[in-house]
């Protein structure tokens, strides 16, 4: 061999023997690849949980993208240690869930609240474990075996340092601010001690506006299947309880009363319970609907909770009754689930007619009404507004709503307005309307519930003057229970027409006349 083709020679196998070197590398950078968390979180993304999901929906890019959401969030406003709010999620060998869950969190996010986020691993094949590594000021605490819902929700409970705790179900994904509202809602009133979320199913319908429980403890999701932009399910109301999936729960009231119970573990009624306990103890629970999650109830749960869900429930609802024996005597029976959903009422039920939604700042007579509607929700009552042409102008007819007052209004596909009114007539107390024309209207058909007292706001009918409009004016006072005015001359002109029960209820021009505007309603109700 010359020795041009020597040196060819030993260059090849110096070539040879550097590439290998270089392959055995490479299969050692593998190696320990496979042994980090991140990988193994990545490789069980892409694996079928329990055979039931496909691996086209759930693969590593799911992490990748929870991951930059993740960072970039974090990085404007870090998790907290002093955090307002703990959200706590339960979660079990269903990784691509709970990374869908913390994904959808990670994009919405809360510019003003300070947060903890608890992921607990209820005994998963260790997956769910690994989102540590990945997701850094994730919390994640392990249960070695499962426990189910109301094992996990306890012990993420145990180690929240939040004033207020958010139970989170990993198959729900959460709207913007949805978080925003609970907490919101709960600051507003020191005796709110729990709020629920509006539920959505998948594909779009409502799945729950609070939840009903009857006589025989059985338990109803209120609006299911409607549209969840109907009125009725678009107000804050008291409940008799809100669904797990989406719930904030006080700290402190939630350890007062020992967490979720565990008679009725893994799962089912220990919502219901908790809400029931908060109640007897003197606190509200309320339902927030600008709060919005969807929740895939049909994953609902771990393996066990799965396997055996209609056994739990018969059994706990057997053991949830026994337990609120007495307080279930004033619930309705099974079925009628529109005067049930409004069986918490903090007073009487006050309807309000008027021609149009209240626009503030357009008029005098409309920041009138808004006042007295506020007023009349402050001192207890459960107000629905009715617009006379069912319609309503956004954002108004939403303000009222987000006051806890209903407003019966026109929705594609919900029910007109003869049925809106026959469903909420049995429980009415009064009707406070507006406008001559609108009294004598709505004197009929209101005039079937016997029991109902008539308030007519006469202000501005100028009964000082002679005209047509002041005939039916007449007549609508001479048939009401009640009439109201806005000024002396009114009052003193309706008087001297012989009409008795005549109220003087002032407009508000400033701040200092609320009070005084707010002891003339008293005077109206007594």
Not at 25 to 43: G, V
Not at 44 to 59: D, S
Not at 397 to 410: C, D, Q
């Amino acid at each position: 061999m010359n020795e041009t083709n020597h040196q060819r020679f030993e260059a090849a196998v110096r070539r040879a023997r550097s590439a290998r070197e270089r392959v055995e590398e490479l299969r050692a950078d593998l190696e320990r690849l496979k042994a980090s968390r991140f990988y193994r979180l990545h490789t069980a993304l892409a694996r079928p949980a329990n055979g039931a999901i496909a691996l086209e929906r759930f693969h590593p890019p799911a992490l990748e993208r929870l991951r930059e959401l993740w960072l970039r969030r974090t990085a404007e406003r870090p998790l907290s240690f002093e955090p307002i709010a703990s959200i706590i999620i339960p979660a079990s060998n269903r990784v691509e869930f709970t990374v869908r869950c913390l994904a959808s969190i990670a994009s919405s996010w809360f510019e003003t609240l300070e947060l903890e986020i608890i992921v607990v691993d209820d005994g998963s094949r260790g997956e769910i474990t690994l989102l540590a590594d990945a997701l850094p000021g994730l919390i994640v605490a392990r249960n070695e075996h499962e426990e189910g819902p109301i094992g996990a929700c306890n012990r993420g409970a145990s180690i929240a340092r939040g004033k207020y705790l958010c139970f989170l179900k990993d198959d729900t994904s959460v709207h913007d601010g949805w978080l925003d509202e609970l907490v919101t809602t709960a600051e507003s009133d020191g005796s709110i001690a729990i709020v629920g979320s509006k539920l959505i199913h998948p594909n779009g319908r409502l799945q729950e506006a609070g939840s009903i429980i009857y006589r025989d403890g059985s338990g109803a999701s209120y609006g299911r299947g409607d549209d969840p932009n109907d009125p009725r399910y678009n107000y804050v109301r008291d409940v008799d309880y809100c669904s797990g999936a989406s719930l904030l729960v006080r700290a402190d009231v939630f350890r007062s009363l020992g967490g979720f119970d565990t008679r009725y573990a893994p799962a089912y009624y220990e919502d219901a319970d908790l809400c029931f306990g908060a109640r007897a103890a003197g606190f509200r629970v309320v339902y927030q609907p600008r709060s919005q999650v969807v929740h895939d109830e049909d994953v609902a749960g771990g393996a066990a909770v799965i396997r055996d869900v209609k056994r739990y429930q018969a059994a706990n609802q057997a053991k949830f009754a026994e337990r609120w024996r007495e307080s279930l005597v004033s619930h309705h029976q099974s079925g009628r689930s529109a005067e049930a959903a409004r069986r918490i009422r903090r007073g009487q039920v006050v309807l309000v007619v008027d021609s149009y939604v209240p626009v503030q700042g357009r008029e005098v007579g409309a920041e009138r009404l808004f006042t007295l509607l506020k007023i009349m929700r402050d001192q207890g009552f459960h107000v629905i507004f009715l617009v006379d042409n069912f319609t309503a102008i956004v954002p108004y007819a939403s303000k009222l709503e987000a006051l806890g007052i209903e407003v019966l209004r026109h929705v594609e596909g919900g029910p007109l307005k003869e049925a809106a009114i026959d469903e909420i007539l049995p429980i009415l107390d009064y009707a406070w309307i507006t406008r001559a024309e609108l009294f004598e209207a709505y004197y009929p058909i209101l005039g079937r519930n016997q029991a109902m007292k008539f308030i007519y706001d006469a202000t501005d009918s100028h009964f000082a003057r002679e005209c047509d409009e002041v005939a039916s004016g007449l007549a609508a006072a001479r048939r009401a229970d009640v009439v109201i005015t806005a000024t002396l001359p009114e009052r003193d002109a309706l008087c001297g027409l012989g009409i008795a029960n005549v109220h003087l209820v002032p407009t508000a021009h400033e701040a200092l006349d609320v009070e005084r505007v707010a002891e003339s309603v008293r005077n109206v109700f007594r």
